[in-house]
Structures are given as structure tokens and as C-alpha cells.
């Protein structure tokens, strides 16, 4: 499996990395296991704690060296990436905070001497994609280090500098060497490690498939997973609703964050109303078109590339393909004759069910637009999906917007915003999004012992 940098606003190839031998695979979960057991596992949370609130220092004393690096290795518009590490940040601030509180002993009330405490898992094992380069290590690394297991990451392929840097700011932090590993580990290798009887759990961002495969591997050997898998989140307006500038640029912000490349961006929208649909689908092709495509590092981009050429060929096949089965492509959605994975910001409508687009995640600038009679329908068609990660509803009262969202069958509903993600906030779905969840006080008991230590008196 080549790890490598390419920049995807030209193609050209920055920066490549060996593969690892089997053995140096062995070398290093032996080293894991064994600063699990002597070192990293043994300490207080307290004193891990400092160690996270030193690496969230290290991301804010360099925001500008850190972002670079995303943005040269997939893309990222510069500003986002900014946003990203500070975000990373918070989060390993928010455990570092948080985590002695949220994995405190906890007395049973009707069993006086009966207590039950928090011990870390181990090994844990995660597999994470390259969409967020730091922020989905950081949904890990804080929560996990905090509680004491030990980390052996492998990341994606397209992302090593990011990988490669993460791993020696907690280093630099403190982290002793071996608690926190990136491994630029092949699947065989991924799957040996799955085998392993030391490492404890595994945990797995990416696509629907990647994560059925690997969560079947898991329950084979009885280990803990959490899947945080793809999703194709409905964005719903429902009757009411002015089709106004804010709701345009939240729809842009909730399709075109990360040039579309976000699990829980706004995927499918969905406009109760015939009329309302016409003037949301005309109103957003028209800011669509009014993007500025370019260099991810100029400040007045507000299209980037996307993450690879290989990534921006698959979008533009799925648009092939929706509209040979009948779907409108109401506006873009086509590669740019330029070297670099650049594309339009698209639109689909007249998406009937029958179209493998309905079921389908597009992971890129295509919006898809469907038009219903009512708020029954609307719902009913959110939940008409494999997946079930996140979603928006837009209403008129907030309250009747509150009720709508919780009959939305996914595991977030943001009520007028778009979804966005903060450490406090849970983050994960059901159906083929996954299961788990990570941030939030919820994420931290994900890979934790709860052991029941009873020495109330015998009954
Ligand atoms: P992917 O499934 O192709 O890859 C994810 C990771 O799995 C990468 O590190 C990849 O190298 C690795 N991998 C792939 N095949 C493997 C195998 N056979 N054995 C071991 N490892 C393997 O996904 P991607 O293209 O990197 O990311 C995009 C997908 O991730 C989208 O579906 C997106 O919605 C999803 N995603 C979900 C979340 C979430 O929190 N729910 C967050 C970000 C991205």
C-alpha cells in the first residue's frame, strides 16, 4: 500500500513513504503493549490529562504549519484547515478537562461498599480516512489516551505527513513513545493486528464496506468496534420556510464544506412544497455558479479540488451515472480541463427510486434535490436510506422543527443550522453509518472497563 503525498490542486507527487515490514508491525505492538502495561495504563489520568493539554498547545502555537500541511496533502481550502487544528485542539483540551470526571468511580447507591471503576481497555486499534486528517485522530486520541489505553493508528494512505506529524506532537507533549503509533500499515497488516490478542478494540472511520469488513473481522476475534461510517444526511425545509440568502448559504455551507467531502454533510435536500423547490433548486444553482474554483492555498477560493484525482473521477461517474438513469443535471458536476482533481459544484434532481443515486453517498460538491408534497413525505424519504448519520431540518417554529428531527432515523439532527460537530457533542449513527459514538462524555466510555469491585455485605 503506497503512502504518499500528492497535491491535489497539480498532481505532482511531494512526498513518499517505505512500507513497513511485517516485523516492524511486531516491533511496535510489542513496544505498545509493553508501555501499556508498565507506563502509560499505570499512570493517573491526571498526569495523562497535562500531557493532551500540552499537545493542544503544541497545534495552537503553529496553527499555520500544521494547516499547510492538510491543505497540501488533500486539499483542504487554508482556512478550513486553520479551523480544523484549532478544533483538534479543543478536543484534546476537552478530555484533558473532562476526563477525570467523566470516568469517575461510581458507588452503588443501593449497595453501600459496591463500587464500579473505570479501567482502560489496552490496545486499541483504529482506522481512520483522510477527510479530516487531524480531527479524526484527535476524536481518538483524545478521549483514549486520557482514559490510558494505548493507541496503534493507522491512517489513510493519501495522508502520511498529517499522520506522521499528529504522532509527534503528542511525542513532543510527552506521550511516551509507543503510547500513540502510526502505523503506514497495509490491509493484511490491519488484519493481523485485528488478530492479535493483545490489542483489545478497534475503531474504524471510513466507508459503509470498509467498515463492514473490517467490524466482521473484529466480532470474529470478540473484540470491541466502533464504526463511524458514511452517510448521506437529508437537509430538509419544511413548509413556510423563507428560501432566503441565509437559508442558501447555510444549504452551501452544509453541501460544500470540504469541497462535499464530509460524512455528515447535507446530501440530500429535500423542499415540501413544488414551488418552494423551484425557487431553492434555481437560488442554489445560481450560488453554485458563482464559486470561485482554485488553489486551495488562495485565500479567495471557495471551491477546492478534491482529495485525488481518483476521488473526483468516482463523483463525476456517479453524475454519469444518475443521469443516464434518468436523473437532471441541473447545473455542473463536471471535471475541469486543468491538472488537479477539480470539479463543479453540481446538482440532481428528478432522482427517482430507482436511480441508484437515491441510495447512494456522494462524497464531493453534488447536491441532490428532491421536491415533496408534504411533511410526511419528507420524512419518509430521509429514512428511506441505508444510511443513518445525521441530518437538518429547517421549520418555521423551532419547536415543530424539534419534533420533526426526532422522528429522523439517524443518531445527530441539527434543527436549523446545519449539522456541525464540537468536542461536546456526540458524534455517530445507526444503520450502515455505524454504531459507537465518539466526543461527548459518550465517546470517552467507548473502550473502557467498567469493572464492579463488590465489598458491600453478603447477602
Ligand atoms: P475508506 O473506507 O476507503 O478508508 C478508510 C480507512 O480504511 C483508510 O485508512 C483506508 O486506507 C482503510 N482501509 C480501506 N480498506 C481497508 C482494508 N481492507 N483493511 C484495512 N484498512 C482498510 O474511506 P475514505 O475514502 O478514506 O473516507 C471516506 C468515507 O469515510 C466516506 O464514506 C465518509 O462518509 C466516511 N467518513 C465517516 C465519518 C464518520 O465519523 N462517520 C467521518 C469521516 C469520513
Known sequence: MAYESVNPATGETVKKYPDLSDAQVKEAIDRTF????????????EDRSKILHKAAEIFRSDIDKYARLMTLEMGKRIEEARGEVKLSADIL??????????????????KPGAVVKAFPLGLILAIEPWNFPYYQLARIA??????????????????????????????QAGVPKGAYTNLDASPAQVSSLIEDSRVRGVT????????????????KMWKKSVMELGGSDAFIVLEGVDIDD???????????????????AAKRFIIVGKKQAEIFTEKLKARFESLKIGDPFDEKTTLAPLSSIAARDQVVAQVEKAVSNGATLVCGGKALKRPGAFMEAGILTDISRDNPAYFEEFFGPIAQIYSVESEAKAIELAN?????????????????????????????VSVNKPLWTAPELPFGGVKHSGYGRELSHFGIQEFINWKLIDASAAE
Open 204 to 219: 474504524v472511520t471510513g466507508s459503509a464496506s470498509v467498515g463492514a469488513e473490517l467490524a466482521a473481522k473484529a466480532g
Open 384 to 412: 428511506d436510506s441505508p444510511y443513518g448519520l445525521g441530518g437538518a431540518v429547517f421549520a418555521k417554529d423551532i419547536e415543530h422543527g424539534c419534533k420533526v428531527a426526532e422522528q429522523i432515523e439517524t443518531g445527530m
Open 142 to 171: 483524545g478521549p483514549y489516551l486520557v482514559a490510558g489505553n494505548a493507541l496503534l493508528v493507522k491512517h489513510s494512505s493519501s495522508v502520511p505527513q498529517c499522520a506522521h506529524a499528529f504522532e509527534e506532537v503528542l511525542e
Open 246 to 264: 441565509k437559508l442558501i448559504e447555510q444549504a452551501v455551507y452544509g453541501r460544500l464544506f470540504n469541497a462535499g467531502q464530509v460524512c455528515c
Open 34 to 45: 509493553d508501555v501499556f502495561q508498565k507506563d502509560w495504563g499505570k499512570r493517573s489520568i
Open 93 to 110: 483540551d476537552y478530555y484533558a478537562k473532562n476526563g477525570s470526571t467523566f470516568l469517575a468511580p461510581q458507588k452503588v447507591e443501593e
